[in-house]
C-alpha cells in the first residue's frame, strides 16, 4: 500500500517544508484525532517533542488541530518518544504525538503517532489518515460546545523517570560506575542522567544543553566521537550515547569503543535466556544485523529472525510471534516486557544491570561473538530512481556474483532521507569494500543523471 506522508517512522521532512509545514500538522490533527474519535467518553491526545525549534510551531498547530474536532489535548513537552508511547497508556489516552526526526539535524522534524496501546499505528491507519488529511475540514469539526481544551501536564518527566527505574532489578544499584552520557542535546537531556543518578551512578552528562539548533550535532548515538573521548578522558566505566528522541543507544566501552545494537541485543538476550526469561526462542532484528549475531545466537540454540528495516516492523513480528527482546543494530532495542517501542535509556538500564552483575569491564562483557566485516555508504540523491537505473542494476549483479555464498548485499532506499543505503557484509573486508564502492558509484552516477 503507497503511502504520500507517511515513511517507515511517521511524517519527516524539512521544517517549514512539505510536509512540515504548520498547515500540514494541523491536517494531522485533524485527520488523526477524527479517525480516533471512537465512543462517547472525552477523547485526549499526549503531545510530546524534543528540543527542535520547530517544534514551537509544530507543536501548537497540531494541538489546533486536535482540539477543533473535539479532542483534548495534553502537552508533556521535551521527552523522549518511548516516555510519549508510555503516558499515552497510562492517561488512558487515545493517542499519542511526538513531535520529532530522531537522529537528523535540526532543520529536520516529523511526526510520529502511537495507538492507545501505545503501539506505532499501522500501514492500513496512516492511510486512513493520509486520506483524511487531504480531504479538507467540510463537516468535520466540532461544535462551539464540544471544542477540545489544551493543558500542561508538569510532573510526565517524573513519571518516565520512575518507569524506566522500575524495570531495574529490585534492591539493585549502579553505585561504583562512572557513566558518560551523551543526550545530543535531545529529548532525554533532563530524564535520561536523572535516572542514571538517581540509581546511585556517578554521572557526567554531555549533549545536555540543548538550544534549538544543537540537536544530534557532532554528538549522540549517529556521532560518538565526543563520547568516545571523554569516557577514555575521564577513566569511566562505560559511556552511553543517545539519539535525539532517545528510542535508540549506542554504548562505548571504557577503551572508547563503540558498542552497537547487536552486541547489546545478545548481551542482553543470552542472559535473559540463561535466566528463561527470553520468550519466542530468539530474537528479532532486520536485515542490517550482522551475520556474527545470527551464528552467536545459532550457536546457543537460539532463532534471529529478520525484518524489514524500521523498529515498527520489529515490534509487529514481535508482537505476533511472542518474542519479547528485538531491535536494530543502529541502537533501536525493544524490550517488550516493559516497552511498546525502542527506548535507549531503558535498553541502556538493562544491559547495566547484566554488566554490573557479571562484575567485568564492559570490553569483556559484550564480546560475545565477533562480527564480520560490514561496509555501509550512504549516498545522496535528488530527484529520480537511481535503483532503476541498468548500471545501477549491473554493479548489483556482479557484486552479488562476485560474493557468492560468503556474504551479502542489502541495497535500499532510506524511508526517512534521500538516500540510497549501500551495505556488503562478508568474510573478506577488502572485497567487500570493492564491492561496496563500485555500487555506490553506480548510483552515484545514476543519480547525477537523472537530476
Same mark, same amino acid.
Given at each position: 500500500?503507497?503511502?504520500?506522508?507517511?515513511?517507515?517512522?511517521?511524517?519527516?521532512?524539512?521544517?517549514?517544508?512539505?510536509?512540515?509545514?504548520?498547515?500540514?500538522?494541523?491536517?494531522?490533527?485533524?485527520?488523526?484525532?477524527?479517525?480516533?474519535?471512537?465512543?462517547?467518553?472525552?477523547?485526549?491526545?499526549?503531545?510530546?517533542?524534543?528540543?527542535?525549534?520547530?517544534?514551537?510551531?509544530?507543536?501548537?498547530?497540531?494541538?489546533?488541530?486536535?482540539?477543533?474536532?473535539?479532542?483534548?489535548?495534553?502537552?508533556?513537552?521535551?521527552? %523522549?518518544?518511548?516516555? $510519549?508511547?508510555?503516558? =499515552?497508556?497510562? &492517561?488512558?489516552?487515545?493517542?499519542?504525538?511526538?513531535?520529532?526526526?530522531?537522529?537528523?539535524?535540526?532543520?529536520?522534524?516529523?511526526?510520529?503517532?502511537?495507538? %492507545?496501546?501505545?503501539?506505532?499505528?499501522?500501514?492500513? =491507519?496512516? /492511510?486512513? $489518515?493520509?486520506?483524511?488529511?487531504?480531504?479538507?475540514?467540510?463537516?468535520?469539526?466540532?461544535?462551539?460546545?464540544?471544542?477540545?481544551?489544551?493543558?500542561?501536564?508538569?510532573?510526565?518527566?517524573?513519571?518516565?523517570?520512575?518507569?524506566? #527505574?522500575?524495570?531495574?532489578?529490585?534492591?539493585?544499584?549502579?553505585?561504583?560506575?562512572?557513566?558518560?552520557?551523551?543526550?545530543?542535546?535531545?529529548?532525554?537531556?533532563?530524564?535520561?542522567?536523572?535516572?542514571?543518578?538517581?540509581?546511585?551512578?556517578?554521572?557526567?552528562?554531555?549533549?545536555?544543553?540543548?538550544?534549538?539548533?544543537?540537536?544530534?550535532?557532532?554528538?549522540?548515538? =549517529?556521532?560518538? /566521537?565526543?563520547?568516545?573521548?571523554?569516557?577514555?578522558?575521564?577513566?569511566?566505566?562505560?559511556? $552511553?550515547?543517545?539519539? @535525539?528522541?532517545?528510542?535508540?543507544?549506542?554504548?562505548?566501552?571504557e577503551r572508547g569503543r563503540e558498542v552497537d545494537g547487536d552486541r547489546l541485543m545478545a548481551l542482553i538476550a543470552s542472559r535473559w535466556?540463561? +535466566?528463561?526469561?527470553?520468550? @519466542?526462542?530468539?530474537?528479532?532484528?532486520?536485515?542490517?544485523?550482522?551475520?556474527? &549475531?545470527?551464528?552467536?545466537?545459532?550457536?546457543?540454540?537460539?532463532?534471529?529472525?529478520?525484518?524489514?528495516?524500521?523498529?515498527?516492523?520489529?515490534? +509487529?513480528?514481535?508482537? /505476533?510471534?511472542?518474542?519479547?527482546?528485538?531491535?536494530?543494530?543502529?541502537?533501536?532495542?525493544?524490550?517488550?516486557?516493559?516497552?511498546?517501542?525502542?527506548?535507549?535509556?531503558?535498553?541502556?538500564?538493562?544491559? &547495566?544491570?547484566? $554488566?554490573?552483575?557479571?562484575?567485568?569491564?564492559?570490553?569483556?562483557?559484550?564480546?560475545?561473538?565477533? %562480527?564480520?566485516?560490514?561496509?555501509?555508504?550512504?549516498?545522496?540523491?535528488?530527484?529520480?530512481?537511481?535503483?532503476?537505473?541498468?548500471?545501477? #542494476?549491473?554493479?548489483?549483479?556482479?557484486?552479488?556474483?562476485?560474493?557468492?555464498?560468503?556474504?551479502?548485499? &542489502?541495497?535500499?532506499?532510506?524511508?526517512?532521507? %534521500?538516500?540510497?543505503?549501500?551495505?556488503?557484509?562478508?568474510?573478506? +573486508?577488502?572485497?567487500?569494500?570493492?564491492? !561496496?564502492?563500485?555500487?555506490?558509484?553506480? !548510483?552515484?552516477?545514476?543519480?547525477?543523471?537523472?537530476?
Amino acid at each position: 500500500m503507497g503511502r504520500k506522508y507517511f515513511g517507515t517512522d511517521g511524517i519527516r521532512g524539512r521544517a517549514n517544508d512539505e510536509p512540515m509545514t504548520a498547515e500540514r500538522a494541523l491536517s494531522v490533527g485533524l485527520a488523526a484525532g477524527r479517525v480516533f474519535m471512537r465512543g462517547n467518553h472525552r477523547h485526549r491526545v499526549v503531545i510530546g517533542k524534543d528540543t527542535r525549534l520547530s517544534g514551537y510551531m509544530l507543536e501548537p498547530a497540531l494541538a489546533a488541530g486536535f482540539t477543533s474536532v473535539g479532542m483534548d489535548v495534553v502537552m508533556v513537552g521535551p521527552l %523522549p518518544t518511548p516516555a $510519549i508511547a508510555i503516558l =499515552t497508556r497510562s &492517561l488512558r489516552a487515545d493517542l499519542g504525538v511526538m513531535i520529532s526526526a530522531s537522529h537528523n539535524p535540526f532543520h529536520d522534524n516529523g511526526i510520529k503517532l502511537f495507538g %492507545p496501546d501505545g503501539f506505532k499505528l499501522s500501514d492500513e =491507519t496512516e /492511510a486512513e $489518515i493520509e486520506a483524511g488529511m487531504d480531504n479538507g475540514v467540510r463537516g468535520r469539526l466540532a461544535k462551539p460546545r464540544d471544542l477540545g481544551r489544551a493543558q500542561r501536564l508538569d510532573d510526565a518527566g517524573g513519571r518516565y523517570i520512575e518507569f524506566v #527505574k522500575s524495570t531495574f532489578p529490585r534492591g539493585k544499584r549502579l553505585n561504583g560506575l562512572k557513566i558518560v552520557i551523551d543526550c545530543a542535546n535531545g529529548a532525554a537531556y533532563k530524564v535520561a542522567p536523572t535516572a542514571l543518578w538517581e540509581l546511585e551512578a556517578d554521572v557526567i552528562a554531555i549533549g545536555d544543553k540543548p538550544n534549538g539548533f544543537n540537536i544530534n550535532d557532532g554528538c549522540g548515538s =549517529t556521532n560518538t /566521537a565526543m563520547l568516545r573521548e571523554k569516557v577514555v578522558k575521564l577513566g569511566a566505566d562505560v559511556g $552511553i550515547a543517545l539519539d @535525539g528522541d532517545a528510542d535508540r543507544m549506542i554504548m562505548v566501552d571504557e577503551r572508547g569503543r563503540e558498542v552497537d545494537g547487536d552486541r547489546l541485543m545478545a548481551l542482553i538476550a543470552s542472559r535473559w535466556a540463561e +535466566e528463561e526469561r527470553l520468550r @519466542g526462542g530468539g530474537v528479532v532484528t532486520t536485515v542490517m544485523s550482522n551475520m556474527g &549475531l545470527e551464528r552467536y545466537l545459532n550457536g546457543l540454540g537460539l532463532q534471529m529472525i529478520r525484518t524489514k528495516v524500521g523498529d515498527r516492523y520489529v515490534v +509487529e513480528r514481535m508482537r /505476533a510471534d511472542g518474542y519479547n527482546v528485538g531491535g536494530e543494530q543502529s541502537g533501536h532495542i525493544v524490550l517488550s516486557d516493559y516497552a511498546t517501542t525502542g527506548d535507549g535509556t531503558l535498553a541502556a538500564l538493562q544491559a &547495566l544491570a547484566v $554488566i554490573a552483575e557479571g562484575g567485568k569491564p564492559v570490553s569483556e562483557a559484550v564480546r560475545l561473538f565477533d %562480527p564480520l566485516p560490514q561496509i555501509l555508504k550512504n549516498v545522496r540523491f535528488g530527484k529520480g530512481a537511481p535503483l532503476e537505473h541498468p548500471k545501477v #542494476k549491473q554493479a548489483i549483479a556482479d557484486g552479488e556474483k562476485r560474493l557468492g555464498a560468503t556474504g551479502r548485499l &542489502l541495497i535500499r532506499k532510506s524511508g526517512t532521507e %534521500p538516500l540510497i543505503r549501500v551495505m556488503g557484509e562478508g568474510e573478506d +573486508e577488502a572485497v567487500i569494500r570493492e564491492i !561496496v564502492d563500485d555500487i555506490a558509484e553506480a !548510483v552515484t552516477r545514476a543519480a547525477a543523471s537523472d537530476e
